[in-house]
């Protein structure tokens, strides 16, 4: 067999086939890429940004910062073009799910000997293994669940159970590889579908009849598709990498020198994003007890109202979210709910803060790219691309380009029409404005000391 070593380096191109693309902001509607297919993220940008950020960089890019990590998009783009890539991400389920694509895996031979140790596993010995694997979840997780609904059948968590107890003996990496390629295939041994921001019950779903034999089959199936993906790409420009766990107004304090950002954050549309990951947190036991999530709910950016965010003052310095604010406060009769307006004033002091310490991050005269969009709330229109211009030029950025990237779908409150627009903003780090981190937080607007719910 041929070795990585052996092999010529495989490009970024190699990795995207230089596809036709709709938009730099999405993947929907290009060709689906070698490893994307691990786990489905049907919102996440394109690698074609950073290939182009690192192209029209005005500094040479050694060292690539992404304070959301998400599905590990920049992070994976990066090893592929040459470049060092950091990433951060709160979610623990994401940020094993990024650093198992990032991995050097030293032998593709041990990672099928491992899935033959897995696969030798006895799925029908092992009844009521869910009760112990799965007994801090919500009690709704597996049958017989709460009001004659669950998520899991029983057999179906039994048969999960011992796969997860199988893993749970590997070493690492191939044991974080292996959970994460079990996560792919949760939701579809499930009971419901995971769409956009909900979860809700498949259709007929108690007329279905998934047997233990076809989860296990779906996991071969998963597996082999996933060390075929790692065979072919191991020999990247670099398989160096840098994933930091945690929350980025925390992690990023002590990152050393990047060269340029790349990221989208979570949108301020009211929803908290650990719900869209909640079954591979609680499945793969990332999540012990209630608590816990409650916990990751704080971490995460104010873009949701599911925890308070206490009486927070929004940041100074934008005229167009002044008007916002006051328009959503006029209308708060009509918000489905209340705290609203204190989320989106947290929330743009939240990404002032990750923005000031990229700022510090960042050598002067580098680059940061945002994908951002917009919200709307009781018809009260949040131009977040406009409310970010405006406030972080008088904190020492220069606004090179907006661009408009798509249109979004607003909420099947507001009538689910196609009325948000998506836009990829591009920031300077301007040498001549230094920022005091000492003052951040009275130069950001006060950012939220957070609270329980």
Request: net charge negative.
């Amino acid at each position: 067999m041929t070795t990585a070593t052996e092999r010529s380096v495989v490009t970024f191109s190699d990795w995207t086939g230089n596809r036709e693309l709709p938009s730099f902001s999405t993947n929907t509607g290009a060709q689906r890429l070698p490893f994307q297919d691990w786990r489905h993220f049907k919102e996440s940008f394109a690698p074609e940004l950073i290939a182009r950020a690192v192209r029209e960089s005005p500094v040479p890019v050694e060292r690539c910062v992404d304070p959301f990590g998400g599905s590990g998009t920049t992070a994976l783009a990066c090893q592929f073009l040459g470049v060092h890539p950091v990433t951060v991400e709160v979610n623990p389920y994401l940020a094993d799910l990024i650093e198992a694509k990032l991995t050097a895996y030293p032998s593709v031979t041990k990672l099928m000997g491992d899935l033959h140790t897995i696969l030798q596993a006895d799925i029908t010995s092992a009844p009521g293994t869910a009760r112990s694997r799965f007994a801090a979840a919500p009690i709704t997780f597996v049958q017989p669940g709460l009001n004659e609904r669950w998520i899991f059948d029983e057999q179906i968590a039994d048969c999960l159970g011992v796969l997860l107890d199988a893993i749970d003996e590997l070493e690492e990496p191939s044991r974080r590889l292996f959970r994460v390629i079990l996560s792919g295939i949760l939701i579809d041994v499930s009971n419901v579908t995971v769409n956009g921001k909900g979860r809700r019950y498949r259709q007929g779903w108690k007329d279905r009849n998934i047997l233990p034999r076809r989860v296990v089959e779906l996991f071969q199936e998963q597996a082999e598709d996933a060390i075929d993906d790692i065979q072919r790409f191991a020999n990247r420009a670099i398989t160096s990498y840098d994933v930091r766990r945690g929350d980025s107004r925390e992690a990023l304090l002590d990152i050393g020198q990047c060269h340029v950002a790349v990221f989208s954050p979570p949108y301020a549309n009211s929803f908290d994003y650990t719900d869209v990951y909640n079954i591979e947190l609680w499945a793969l036991g990332y999540l012990e007890s209630q608590e816990a999530s409650l916990n990751l709910r704080k971490a995460t950016l104010s873009s949701h109202v599911q925890v308070s965010w206490g009486n927070v003052e929004p940041p100074s310095g934008s005229p167009t979210l002044d008007g916002a604010l006051e328009r959503l406060h006029s209308h708060r009769n009509e918000l489905w709910n209340p705290g609203i307006p204190t989320m989106v004033g947290a929330y743009f002091n939240d990404l002032l803060e990750v923005l000031g310490h990229l700022k510090r991050i960042l050598v002067d005269g580098a680059s940061a790219w945002m994908v951002v969009g917009d919200s709307r709330y009781a018809g009260v229109h949040i131009p977040v691309a406009k409310v970010l211009q405006e406030l972080v030029v008088t904190r020492g950025w220069d606004v090179l380009t907006t661009e408009p990237c798509r249109s979004m779908r607003v909420s099947a409150q507001q009538g689910g029409d196609w009325m948000l627009a998506e836009h990829l903003l591009v920031l300077r780090n301007n040498p001549e404005e230094i920022m005091n981190m000492d003052g951040l937080g009275d130069r950001l607007g006060n950012p939220r000391t957070r609270t329980n719910v």
